[in-house]
Structures are given as C-alpha cells and as structure tokens.
C-alpha cells in the first residue's frame, strides 16, 4: 500500500486493516438422518416418536430464552424476519443504557435445514428437509467482543450462528492499553496510534475460537447438559468480512480523489483486474461470472463491487472521510490453503482447497489483505482531477522527440481512446505489458503471419507515440512496458471525460 499512501500523505492520518463482520456456524454431529435416527434410539424411542420428542425439546429450549430474560429483566419480542435486528437490538440496548450483558431475545420464524418422517419399505425413516421453525436471537453486549448476536433454530439438528464484529473487539482491546481513538458505527476516523493498534487486530485470528465459540453455545443451548451430552459443535466461518481503512484527515481530503476512484474503479477495472486482485487467473478452467456494479445512491456516499461467484471485494467510504476496502469471502474453497491432502491416492503436503474451518482463520486473513492490498495499489495511480489539465493539453500538441516529431493524441478518436484503454488495463499495472498483449486488445489477432508482423509494427509505432508523450516507459531489461504516474493521471482523465462526459454533452446538445 506505500503506493497510495505515498500519493495521499498530505490527507491520510493512518490505517488499520482488520476483521469486520464475522459469521460462525456450528454444527452438531447429528445432522444427518442416520446420526438422528441413533440419537432417537440412544433415548428409547422409535422414529415415529420424532415430532413428540423435538417438541419436547423445542419447549425446553423457549422456556430456557424465558427464564433467562426474566432472570435478567430484558425483553423477549417477536419479530417479523425481514427487519434489520442488529440495529433494533442495537436501538433497544441505547434506550435502556445496556453496556453489558443480555440485551434482548428476538423470536423469528425462518427456513432451516432439518428432518420429516416419511414412509420407508419396512419401517419409517428420517430424510432431510428444509422446513420453518422458530429461531431464537440472543444479543448481548460481551466485555471483549461488544454487540453481538447468537441464533438457534428451535428445531433439530439445533445449529447455531454466532454474529460478531472485528471492529467492535479491536476498539475494546485499544480500551484496555489506552490508546485513543475515535470511532463512528464500525469504523475508526482516527487512532492515536495505528502501528501499535494494528499489532493487536493481527492478534483478533490468533483467538482460541473453538473454546470460546462452545462456551458460548452453552449458554443458550441447555440440552448438551443432558440430550446432547458428550456432543461438541463443529464451528466454521460462513460469512467473513475483512477490511482497510483509509483513515483521511476530514471529509473535504477524501471526496475529490474518491469521486476519481469511484470512476476509475469502474471504467478501468476489467475481469481479469478483479481476479487478480482476489488471486486468481484468468483461465480455461474457471467457471463462473465476475460482475462490477456501482451503487450512487448508497448512504452516505457510494460504493463500487466486484463480485467473483460468491466472494468479492468492494471499495466504499465510510462517513465521508474513510475510505474501506472490503474483502468478502462466502465460499472459501475458491482459495487454497497448504495442507496434507490425498493424489493419485496418496497423502500428500500441497496446496488444497481451503474448508470454512475456523482453524483456517490466518488463511482469510492473509488472502484477504493481499487482496486489499493490490487494490489499493491499483488505486494509487488515480490522480486529483487538477493536476491532469495541463499534462492533458500538452498531449494535445504535436512533439518532437530525437529530431523526429510525433502527432498529438485525440481524446474524442474512438481509435486513440482504445488505445489507452488497452494500456490502462489493471492487471498491466502489476507487470506491465507487451506488445502483443496490446494487439489482443485493439484488433482480432490475424492468421496469416505476415499481417501478424505488420499489426505488431503498427502496434510497435503506437507504443513509441505514447512514449514520445512521456505516457509509457520501459521496464529496464525486459520487452515490457509500464505506465509512468504522468500518465496514469492524464489517461484515467482522458478515459472519464470519453466515457461520462462526452456522452452527457453530446445528450444535451442533442
């Protein structure tokens, strides 16, 4: 990230990277239909008594949420499922000045993954089945985690999701070492000190989760003293949300450039931009869609999302004066983790996979930063509107370079805009390009050799005309080139006005 920072040193007053929002699952080993039916036999009963006994314990675990509300004198409500609970339940603990402790139960019918009876060839039989039930969402405001919730399905096989924030954790932890901060939602605007503050968020996955995450299905589940004795949850992370903060000096630091972000971010990010950012590579084993929208209308401001299948990363500012680059992982096995794993049938060290085991928490956060990281990088070559005008005029004279002159360049020629398209593509700014990765990219690649020698010359004398402007330079020993920082800021202004602004004049002369 030295490079953005290094281009906005003047606004930024520090960064943090660390967890948001995580969600855990935890699972029972009774979750299939044969570790059910067992569960029934280990309790003296046949499967048609399924629906009394889950009954039965379904009132258990209503009577436990009752007596654990009463005993603390906190409310127990229900609610209709589509209503954002985290801010109701944050809303309720702000009206009763709750800052530690039970906050608030809220009841919510929700599908769910559990069992039916159905007939079998000599005797009933459990198959899974997605039906409703009651779902129970305990909040509470924890001394080390902050506002967080735990949801258990009333019905069997009993999974429970555990909700926390990366944030919420890291703002107690500063707490406790005195160091100074100011927050807003879930974002820090300012942090006294952000070296030290970032030793402690790199602690957050070091955290013994499957002791703390058990611990805290015990309060909220009653039957592992007795039905579900000896049984352990296996915990993995569904959902995690891991951030950078670009913390800037005030709002007015950040919304110029960030309006050229938003633009750049969407106009010159192409597919394979996204899934080098997240990684990945283009290639013929991939499968999948990979999307970039942009939302204007967003509170506060806007944001822009990549979206790669299930997982994305999205740039947004919080407040106006932090800008946050957002990793999302929903489907880690698009990742690899290295481990023991089995090919050609033997068991082997290599790079596998990655499963949603909470055990593979440093992974997520070691993709996750990478991919903020270059992201940011990719960023740092988004200038401030002004600084381009002059250099923009400039090219638009004719230049004399080793007694040889060189044509200017056309922002509204549909060629030359293609041109420096091509050359602003996202994944050139990590490795440059060649020529022949510039050809692709203007003109359907010919099949006769001697047409492809005169595409290359012609391609040859373009990348010579954008060197003459002081657009590109070569990467010393290598056949590549690079885009300098003058040219970023001249081409990313040159791209904006060809793609938002000349349309707009021309609608309007029209």
């Known amino acids: ?40 036999g280990r309790n003296g009963l046949l499967i048609k008594d399924f629906g009394k006994f889950v009954e039965k314990q379904s009132g258990r675990l209503k009577a436990h949420a009752e007596a654990m509300v ?34 608030c ?23 899974n089945a997605t039906r409703k039930c009651l779902c129970y969402y305990f909040y509470f405001i924890d001394r080390e985690f902050g506002l967080m919730h735990i949801r258990i399905q009333s019905w069997f096989p009993l999974v429970i999701q555990v909700c926390l924030n990366g944030h919420e954790w890291l703002a107690r932890k500063l707490d406790r070492h005195g160091i100074e901060y100011r927050k807003q939602d879930n974002a820090f605007v300012w942090i006294s000190d952000c070296r030290r503050a970032q030793k402690f968020a790199d602690r957050f996955e070091k955290t013994n989760w499957p002791r703390v995450l058990s611990t805290l299905a015990r309060r909220i589940n009653p039957l592992l003293k007795d039905v579900l004795a000896g049984m352990d949850y296996y915990w993995v992370m569904d959902q995690a949300e891991y951030a950078t903060d670009v913390m800037f000096r005030d709002a007015e630091a950040l919304k110029a450039p960030y309006e050229e972000m938003l633009k ?21 084993n991939f499968q999948g869609e990979v999307l970039t929208d942009m939302k204007k209308k967003r509170y506060p401001g806007a944001r822009v999302k990549h979206r790669m299948k299930q997982n994305w990363i999205k740039m947004y500012d919080k407040f106006g004066c932090v800008l946050r680059i957002e990793t999302v992982i929903n489907n880690p096995r698009e990742f690899k983790v290295r481990r023991s794993g089995v090919r050609r049938g033997e068991v082997v060290m290599g790079w596998f996979p990655m499963a949603k085991g909470v055990a593979n928490m440093p992974r997520y956060r070691d993709i996750c930063l990478a991919a903020n990281r270059r992201y940011l990088e990719a960023l740092s070559k988004v200038a401030d509107p002004g600084d381009s005008k002059e250099q923009m005029r400039r090219i638009g004279r004719r230049v004399r370079v080793n007694n040889r002159s ?3 360049l056309n922002p509204a020629s549909a060629d030359d805009v293609n041109l420096l398209a091509a050359v602003m593509r996202g994944e050139h700014s990590i490795q440059g390009f060649r020529n022949a990765d510039i050809r692709v990219q203007i003109s359907a690649e010919p099949s006769d050799p001697a047409e492809q020698r005169r595409q290359s010359q012609r391609v040859g004398r373009l990348l010579k005309l954008l060197h003459a402007h002081q657009l590109i330079a070569k990467i010393p020993r290598s056949r590549r080139w690079r885009v300098t920082k003058n040219g970023y800021a001249v081409l990313t202004t040159i791209l904006i006005h060809h793609h938002d602004k000349y349309p707009t004049t021309h609608a309007q002369a029209a």
């Open 105 to 127: 139960v809220l009841r919510v019918v929700e599908p769910c993954q559990s069992f039916k009876v159905v007939p079998g060839e000599k005797r009933p039989k459990l198959v």
């Open 264 to 284: 750049y971010a969407t106009l010159c990010f192409s597919a394979e931009d996204v899934l080098t950012f997240l990684g990945r590579k283009m290639n013929g």
């Open 406 to 408: 060189h044509r200017p």
């Open 1 to 40: 990230m030295d490079s953005f920072v290094d281009q906005f040193s003047d606004r930024i007053t520090g960064i943090i990277s660390c967890f948001d929002r995580i969600l855990f699952k935890g699972y029972l080993p009774i979750g299939w239909s044969d570790a059910m039916e067992s569960l029934l």
């Open 70 to 103: 009463q005993k603390q004198g906190r409310p127990i409500e229900y609610v209709n499922g589509r209503m954002r609970k985290d801010d109701y339940a944050a809303e309720i603990a702000e009206r009763d000045g709750i800052n530690c402790g039970l906050v």
